[in-house]
């Protein structure tokens, strides 16, 4: 089955700088990559998610980045503030909107220093 | 708010016993999702049903099980339960090939 991998576990950024979270997949089938927020308590939340026929996709301060090739995907903030402080997971599943179920990352918890 | 519903909020029960959780996608959604989220093993994806009909199993337990009803909602039953299975349990919903929304979760405790 797939394995998702991310890194870093816990990352803390400086207010205004910029954020990259990475993962590695493991199942070159997969086409489908979907990331989420979660903040404490809450329901995770869709940010952005990319399909495996693009390369990169940006809306506003986020971006991601997709490399089929060596099975990797990122997730970049710029310009980060204290309300992005969550906890970050990426996905992966080989069927888009992941019928099959999507297979998380471990998770990132980003923290904005003021 | 995602429009995806659970019941109930917490559940507090005892090793042994048994529950139902239960799930509601959003209008016009025809797939419903159950994830397990829990400390030691991270987001996983337990089972999916479309429209009343079993899609793809993760890594759901034999003691657990599910259905989805013809109004859609969904249940998933937790019998002889263990400390081990105390987590969130979300359920989350798409149309077709779109984005999951996820519900608010039940948190499960086990005593």
């Known amino acids: 089955g797939e394995n998702v991998e991310q890194h870093p576990s816990t990352l803390s950024v400086q207010e205004g700088d910029s954020a990259v979270i990475k993962c590695t997949y493991s199942d070159s089938a997969s086409n489908y990559f979907p990331w989420y927020k979660q903040e404490l308590g809450k329901r995770p939340q869709l940010i952005i998610d990319?399909?495996?026929?693009?390369g990169e996709k940006k809306d506003q301060r986020i971006a991601v980045t997709l490399n089929k090739t060596a099975k990797h995907f990122s997730l970049h903030i710029t310009e980060t503030q204290p309300e992005d402080s969550a906890v970050y997971f990426c996905a992966a599943s080989y069927s888009g909107g992941g019928a099959d179920g999507l297979t998380f990352g471990k998770g990132t918890h980003l923290i904005i220093q003021p | 708010d995602s429009g995806v519903t659970q019941t109930p909020k917490h559940l507090i029960t005892a090793t042994g016993q048994r529950v139902t959780l239960r799930c509601s996608p959003r209008?016009?959604?025809?797939?419903v999702y159950w994830y397990q989220q829990s400390l030691d093993q991270g987001l996983q994806f337990l089972i999916h049903y479309y429209n009343g009909e079993e899609r793809a199993k993760g890594n759901i337990l034999e003691r657990f099980s599910a259905q989805q009803f013809p109004d859609l909602h969904s249940e998933l039953n937790l019998s002889s339960l263990e400390l081990g299975d105390s987590a969130l349990y979300f359920c989350?919903?798409?149309?077709?090939?779109?984005?999951?929304?996820f519900g608010p979760g039940t948190r499960l405790t086990v005593l």
């Open positions: 990319i399909r495996s026929n693009v």
């Open positions: 209008s016009g959604d025809l797939s």
């Open positions: 989350a919903s798409n149309y077709r090939h779109n984005e999951q929304f």
